[in-house]
């Protein structure tokens, strides 16, 4: 069962939000102001969902020490101030989503529901537990649980977020033929704007951190991992 920590002072919209997203299954757990948010930094959740206005810590303060905590960690924010700086400024601390308000509650579980399988895979909640096995890229090692990955000396690989979601992406359907366009629905979202380019530049990173991998290049068309 995926855990989601919600920060939001508005106690009406709390309420409502928490009520929808215990709905789809999810351990929710909510506070109303940023110094309770806080003292759970250190007892992480699968995904924080953040207003940006609270009192006493605000929600630049505690992606801040989140992301101190744990980089990889997703992070939603909401806010009703100006939605393009908000947005920008996000971004730029490690925000994975965004949501201006007024938003429909509805809108935020689905965000949520294509973030945590974004980041922790598709399939069954109840394989995400600390027994769930590694997978193996020869020479690799991906553990998902914990978002690492090994080489074939038992050394830590240092990938970004997006780096191990397209690993993974790529590990989890190893032997098919990828098209960029999928990749990138797949990998940033069916919200992203921009060209398919940037999955070429992502595997090239991915490449350079990790010599050994058999990712072949299917010109005009995608990707093929091969194990």
């Given amino acids: 069962m995926y ?3 919600l920060v939001e002072d508005e106690m009406n919209l709390n309420q409502v939000l928490s009520t929808y997203l215990a709905q789809e299954g999810w351990h929710l757990t909510s506070f109303t102001d940023g110094a309770q948010a806080r003292e759970a930094v250190k007892s992480p959740p699968h995904l924080w969902i953040l207003d940006i206005m609270l009192p006493g810590v605000d929600g630049y303060q505690l992606i ?3 992301k101190s905590e744990n980089a ?7 806010s009703a101030r100006d939605a393009d700086i908000d947005r920008i400024v996000g971004l730029e601390l490690g925000s994975d989503d965004y949501l201006a308000k007024p938003f429909l509650p509805r809108e935020l579980v689905i965000r949520t529901r294509k973030l945590l399988e974004r980041v922790y895979g598709r399939g069954s909640e109840d394989a995400k537990g600390p027994g769930r096995a590694a997978i193996h890229v020869s020479p690799y090692t991906i553990e998902e649980q914990g978002r690492r990955v090994r080489d074939g000396q038992d050394q830590p690989v240092d990938l970004t977020s997006k780096e191990f979601d397209l690993l993974a992406y790529f590990a989890a359907h190893s032997g098919q033929l990828l098209e960029r366009e999928q990749v990138l629905r797949r990998v940033w979202g069916d ?3 921009g060209t398919d380019r940037v999955v070429d530049d992502l595997v090239r990173r991915l490449r350079k951190k990790m010599p050994e991998l058999r990712l072949e290049t299917v010109y005009g068309y995608g990707y093929r991992l091969v194990n």
Avoid: A, T
């Fill in 3 to 5: 855990s989601i920590y």
């Fill in 72 to 78: 990889d960690l997703p992070v939603i924010f909401i």
């Fill in 191 to 193: 919200d992203y704007f």
């Fill in 64 to 66: 801040r020490e989140i």
